[in-house]
């Protein structure tokens, strides 16, 4: 991905915000539904996006373009991957641990759509853009956070750990950190930088969840059949330059590590990621795996 200084939320990264909040939207919207999110069509709504997305699953017999059913067929994934993440941060919650750390939030939610204890704290961080867009939206929608909500809009290949802090994170708390769909926009050396910083910030009992390519072959052959079918040319946002893999980093340093592929993850929630529109087992979204780690107790 080309270095840019900074992006709003229809151009660079935030426009895959954009899509992944009208996702969330289809997903709420299926009769099968993983999540529930009544605030994620009032981001697609906010703004008129480059790329028309789909912001709701069609009616049994309703006629879908080729480039819907692309889209479609990615918020099936979407869900999938929504849920592994609002599970393992309320796994989190039900442990003891009263402090999460969203890396990257987007256009997330969860401090609005999930049950938080009273005492709990969220701290999203993303492009202060981002950001302003997202509060302005949940403003207007008088929406009210469930819980303690801390923005930080800085880009996390700075140093946004001190920035975290002002926020009145601690680093002597148990911390639970979200990395959804971050890895993927990160070079090798920032990816790398941000593994650093988040075991710098972590007490122990501490835990991780993030989300990386597997196969760069499949992830290049994926990004392509995307960009034909649904318009996104989300190429150029990924880097794919190879890198070693993050469990190489976690162990030695006192991470326990589990990895999942998406298709073991879909059938924990019963369901698979066979395209419904064509019947072809093709991949609605990057080849992905999904780790999580805990940090060794002291």
Same mark, same amino acid.
């Given at each position: 991905?080309?270095?840019?200084?900074?992006?709003?939320?229809?151009?660079?990264?935030?426009?895959?915000?954009?899509?992944?909040?009208?996702?969330?939207?289809?997903?709420?919207?299926?009769?099968?539904?993983?999540?529930?999110?009544? +605030?994620?069509?009032?981001?697609?709504?906010?703004?008129?996006?480059?790329?028309?997305?789909?912001?709701? &699953?069609?009616?049994?017999?309703?006629?879908?373009?080729?480039?819907?059913?692309?889209?479609?067929?990615?918020?099936?994934?979407?869900?999938?991957?929504?849920?592994?993440?609002?599970?393992?941060?309320?796994?989190?919650?039900?442990?003891?641990?009263?402090?999460?750390?969203?890396?990257?939030?987007?256009?997330?939610?969860?401090?609005?759509?999930?049950?938080?204890?009273?005492?709990?704290?969220?701290?999203?961080?993303?492009?202060?853009?981002?950001?302003?867009?997202?509060?302005?939206?949940?403003?207007? !929608?008088?929406?009210?956070?469930?819980?303690?909500?801390?923005?930080?809009?800085?880009?996390?290949?700075?140093?946004?750990?001190?920035?975290?802090?002002?926020?009145? +994170?601690?680093?002597?708390?148990?911390?639970?950190?979200?990395? !959804?769909?971050?890895?993927?926009?990160?070079?090798?050396?920032?990816?790398?930088?941000?593994?650093?910083?988040?075991?710098?910030?972590?007490?122990?009992?501490?835990?991780?969840?993030?989300?990386? +390519?597997?196969?760069?072959?499949?992830?290049?052959?994926?990004?392509?059949?995307?960009?034909?079918?649904?318009?996104?040319?989300?190429?150029?946002? +990924?880097?794919?330059?190879?890198?070693?893999?993050?469990?190489?980093?976690?162990?030695?340093?006192? &991470?326990?590590?589990?990895?999942?592929?998406?298709?073991?993850?879909?059938?924990?929630?019963?369901?698979?990621?066979?395209?419904?529109?064509?019947?072809?087992?093709?991949?609605? &979204?990057?080849?992905?795996?999904?780790?999580?780690?805990?940090?060794?107790?002291?």
């Amino acid at each position: 991905m080309t270095r840019q200084r900074g992006w709003d939320i229809v151009t660079g990264p935030g426009i895959t915000a954009l899509g992944i909040a009208a996702a969330r939207g289809v997903e709420s919207s299926r009769p099968d539904a993983l999540i529930d999110d009544p +605030f994620a069509l009032a981001f697609a709504r906010a703004v008129d996006s480059p790329v028309p997305f789909p912001l709701r &699953w069609p009616e049994p017999g309703e006629p879908v373009s080729d480039r819907q059913a692309q889209t479609l067929h990615t918020s099936r994934f979407i869900g999938v991957r929504s849920r592994f993440y609002d599970d393992f941060v309320q796994d989190a919650l039900r442990a003891g641990i009263r402090q999460a750390v969203l890396l990257a939030a987007g256009l997330d939610t969860r401090a609005y759509r999930l049950d938080w204890p009273a005492e709990a704290t969220v701290y999203e961080l993303d492009q202060p853009r981002v950001v302003a867009f997202k509060n302005e939206v949940l403003q207007r !929608e008088r929406a009210r956070p469930r819980c303690r909500r801390v923005t930080v809009g800085i880009d996390l290949r700075n140093e946004w750990a001190a920035a975290l802090a002002a926020g009145g +994170f601690s680093p002597d708390a148990p911390t639970v950190w979200v990395a !959804e769909g971050l890895l993927g926009y990160l070079s090798p050396d920032a990816e790398k930088k941000l593994l650093e910083r988040v075991t710098a910030c972590s007490a122990p009992g501490s835990r991780l969840a993030l989300d990386r +390519f597997g196969s760069l072959a499949a992830v290049t052959a994926d990004l392509e059949r995307l960009r034909a079918r649904s318009g996104l040319d989300a190429s150029s946002l +990924f880097n794919l330059e190879p890198r070693p893999h993050p469990v190489q980093w976690l162990r030695p340093r006192g &991470w326990t590590v589990r990895e999942d592929d998406d298709a073991t993850v879909a059938r924990r929630y019963d369901r698979d990621l066979t395209d419904p529109f064509t019947g072809q087992d093709s991949r609605p &979204w990057q080849d992905t795996r999904f780790l999580t780690a805990d940090l060794a107790r002291a």
